[in-house]
């Protein structure tokens, strides 16, 4: 298929129209909104899901040695992507130091809803991927914050109060790693007749309930593209664009010796693309409390997220049915 | 019916960083606390709400304390330091207990 | 069937005993309670459930120049249905004029729930409905909250200091209404095949939830009830009885000349019927705040949701067998 | 199937691995945690969907006389257990008498989410109990609570300002206790047809909502045993296993001459062995206020319910077979 | 704008002991009062949290009653007879309000 | 460690008129607000609860505003203005904080 026709047919599916009617209602002013308790509920719902799938491919297909290579390539990304981010950052925007840190954070992370879109994209198009890319994005988590406080620290010594060893404490205890994580591995041990009588709530309602989750978080990021304008300028809105292709590209040339399907090549080229925006969030407001969230949670949510959702996930598609095809 | 004066304490802290909060007023040997939850404000990082979110970097948090007046001091500086880096509104203000000895 | 066999098999029916369970359960002063939140999320579900399926009807289809007609239908009826209930409960009751306003403009909205509960109904005796009528449904939310708003001027110079240009803003821009018009679109543009992944969620569990939120519906009911003594007297409870089958009767009338099916009529008829409990009420504490809103929620929610649930929509499916059968 | 391959074969269902990984959650300190409003919800669902399984299953098989023994039973038991509870904690342990009589009043009365644990071993191993066994479980909640409340009134005559009558309206009231019932009555008269189109969520989403829930008992539990050194001391721990084990054994030979199945004798034991945690607790804090909270939720969240769920349902379930095999 | 001298009573409760509290404060002919929810909290019996709760055992509710000075005592009084016995905390303090002869 | 004296507003407020007020209290240029949830609560119009309600027309939050005792009058008579035909409690008090400038 052609990008136009994956671009296509992916703005058309509910997942996507759903995520487009939050981001109209919030700008309109709409008073829709999602209780935040299911909101909550939902994020869980979809780690949960996701580590089962994931979980559940692998006792299928046993453990390959490219697992290792990728999670190392997960790994390597999620500690190098912050570094190239805050210098890109610094030379092409007018971030403060602690600011660009603290955003480079985001975007060595990954966001678990954009796997969750990606996987439901391939599945439309009747490809799959590794299991094992669930334990990749699990370890792509959380180095990204560790190297960002690093950064931080040595550009601003004072920046941070938090020891790394309470902070790699706090990211790696979080509960949507450890809900991955622990959902992964439940897959794993139960194997596909073990996780059979639980499918009617993890598959088959995954799609649905993932258009309720993308409404909700259009309405988050429609309500945060409000305050664009006070905190991001053109400059700003571009790096959130063109930093997912950068980081995309780097992992698809490194998935070029990682003998992945296409489906697992998207899949690592979209982990690399995404920008987080629950663990990471929450962390930099304990270790860079002085960075300003507003910056960070709109780049992330008001212009990475939609720009992967809508034309960045068939864009990586085509480009892994390119390399791999 | 005897009452005693007693200071309130009411800060408003994001929800990240209350559990270092609450890990100081721990530290401070207070009596207690209790955390009410906040949703939607604004200030002048703007306006938030917390409807729909999934991530609690956002919200906010109201932590109340009930401490003695010879202590207020000490708890009120310990807390200041910490909250002061931070999104916070930190009050004090007079109340009366009827169980003196408790706080 | 005859109606004795109709309004039985509604009366055993999950749905219908789960809201009778709910009431009894409130009147009995038990503590069950639903959160908040979880009934708040039900109400969209059931928005956005209904309008996916409207819009894949109308996918499947196509336009007829019928929808023109009934779109037509329900904005009259939406006007001018306040007009009537109002001078009724001037006559017939010792409302003040504000009161008498706030609860006319109940009337002439709409109920979701009432409408979920109709097409329940259908789905049981195996009859379908025009998936426009989801659009009409829509167009009924808010006609009747300006209608109101201009009785209420007209009676009290003073009632308001709202603008009918804000008004209507937050009206159409309710949430729910956003919700279901959003989704009508969606299911519209998506189609039966576009749609076909959401259904585990959106179709199979629709019963079974509705269930849950006619339960707590009864809990709500149930507890307004309990105030309704001191809040209306027999009059205004024989209003709330005897306007549902006014309008009902009044938009089968005009559904003689629209060409809809059975399934259709009774829809429409219900549609007039039923009185809104969640958008209206919540935009008359804003225009109307000095009108008091244990009136219209105990009318609505406490006796004319439970009379049309139980009694008014097996009448409304005998009526249209009668009319188009 | 030996006990030993039933015990396996529960700790690897995706069930209790789920409850497993949040007890581990909270241990390691995780920020993970489930919405109050979710916990609640998924409480109350899971008494719906026992509730409607139990009354579908005794419209099926209609009413045979062990329902009244078995009821009579059930109500003997919960009535019984408590004084045997206070008597050995009072003999074994340090707790005084009203903390011993709050203990005592738990583990008379059932914990529905063990039941539904039960229900669910029993669906994996291909077995099947009688439906009346949820009227037996509604019985035996409250009985307990009124027993505990006597055995304090008579150690400490000021133990308690809530009349008799009070704390049996309350109790009697208590929302889970009139969700079962209700729903059993539902599925009783809506009977297997009627039941049939709310199966979707009813049925088919019960173990991965029961997975979720656990998730959530997991977390709960764990946290309760960070502070289980404060108030429990090893005789405490050892009563919170015993106890289960003797309940069950008195279960298990008063089952002999009654009649029941596999299945349901299994069911009965699990009833007897399981300790309250939700209805109980929140009676015993009117009842007996000045009753430590934390000593009777640890054991009953922290000790029993974590063995029964992990090693007592297998161990029952092999009892039932040995004695009705 | 001319204002009138009220006591607030702030009463931090457990959730079940809620509806006892609420019919205290009636019977008492105060002319009203607001529920508000605590998610957490740390006190002589250790810390508590709301999340994932399903029983309300543990929880508490801040119970918010505006009175008339003249009487607040006789309202302290009942309140304190109900709440001595249990975990709870109850202060009170001064506050100024418009409408006087509402409370 | 020097305090400075403020007023604490407090507004408990119907849910549909919330908006409103903020936008009145923006206009007012107030540092900013907190919005607590209320979960239940009685009055001249009788007892509510917010559990189950499908609709927010009768849940009631509460709204609360540090202000700098200069410009608390003018706050209060515009948010008095406001108040005044709804359902509606409001209420100030006396509080200090650290950070006077910040109000
Ligand atoms: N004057 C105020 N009164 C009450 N709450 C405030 C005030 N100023 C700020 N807040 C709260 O503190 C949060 C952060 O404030 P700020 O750091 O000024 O944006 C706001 O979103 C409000 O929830
Ligand atoms: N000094 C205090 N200030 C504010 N809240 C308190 C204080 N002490 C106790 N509490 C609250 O009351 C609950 C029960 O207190 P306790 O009975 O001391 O465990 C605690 O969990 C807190 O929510
Ligand atoms: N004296 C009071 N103290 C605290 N809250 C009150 C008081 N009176 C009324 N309220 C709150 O305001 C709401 C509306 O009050 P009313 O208009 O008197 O029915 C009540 O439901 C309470 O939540
Ligand atoms: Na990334
Ligand atoms: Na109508
Ligand atoms: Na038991």
């Known amino acids: 298929m052609s990008f136009l026709d994956l671009a296509l047919g992916n703005l058309l599916s509910p997942v996507v129209l759903f995520f487009l009617l939050g981001v109209g209602a919030a700008i309109a002013r709409s008073d829709l909104s999602i209780p935040e308790a299911v909101a909550k509920f ?3 719902y979809l780690m949960m899901a996701i580590g089962l799938k994931g979980g559940v491919e692998v006792a299928k297909q046993g453990l390959t ?16 992507i912050p570094l190239l981010a805050y210098a890109v950052l610094r030379a092409m925007t007018k971030l403060s130091a602690l600011d660009a840190a603290a955003v480079a954070a985001h975007y060595g992370s990954i966001s678990a809803v954009t796997l969750a879109a990606a996987l439901d994209v391939l599945n439309r198009v009747g490809l799959t991927s590794e299991g094992y890319m669930v334990a990749v994005a699990a370890v792509m988590e959380t180095p990204a914050i560790i190297s960002a406080l690093l950064i931080a620290r040595r550009a601003v010594p004072k920046a941070s109060s938090t020891t790394t060893r309470e902070l790699l404490h706090e990211a790696s205890l979080n509960g949507s790693v450890i809900t991955l ?14 996780v059979k009588p639980v499918s009617p709530l993890f598959t088959d309602l995954f799609r649905g309930l993932l258009c309720i989750f993308l409404l909700d978080m259009g309405l988050v990021a429609g309500r945060g593209l409000a305050r664009a304008k006070k905190y991001l300028d053109l400059r700003l809105v571009a790096f959130g664009i063109l930093m997912p292709l950068v980081a995309g590209a780097i992992a698809a040339v490194m998935s070029l010796g990682m003998g992945l399907s296409i489906g697992g090549t998207m899949v690592f080229i ?3 693309a995404s920008a987080s925006y629950i663990a990471v969030p929450a962390a930099m407001r304990i270790a860079l409390p002085q ?30 049915q390119m390399l791999k095809g | 019916m005897q009452t005693f004066i007693k200071k309130r304490l009411e800060i408003v802290i994001e929800h990240p960083a209350r559990k270092g909060l609450c890990a100081i007023l721990d530290a401070q040997k207070v009596t207690g606390y209790s955390v009410v939850p906040v949703i939607s404000g604004s200030g002048q990082h703007g306006p938030w709400e917390e409807a729909g979110q999934v991530t609690s970097a956002e919200g906010m948090v109201m932590v109340i304390c009930i401490v003695d007046p010879a202590q207020a001091l000490r708890v009120m500086e310990a807390v200041y330091e910490f909250v002061q880096p931070r999104k916070a509104i930190l009050t004090i203000s007079e109340v009366q207990v009827v169980r003196g000895e408790r706080f």
């Open chain 1, 291 to 320: 960075a300003e969230p507003a910056i960070y949670l709109t780049l992330s949510l008001g212009v990475t997220f939609p720009f992967n959702l809508t034309l960045g996930l068939p864009l990586y598609l085509a480009a892994a």
């Open chain 1, 270 to 272: 979209t982990l690399a």
């Open chain 1, 42 to 44: 939902l994020a869980l």
């Open chain 1, 65 to 80: 040695p490219t697992l290792l290579l990728a999670v190392l390539a997960g790994l390597a990304l999620s500690f190098l």
């Open chain 1, 181 to 194: 994580v622990g959902a992964f591995f439940i897959g794993w041990i139960a194997g596909p007749d073990g």
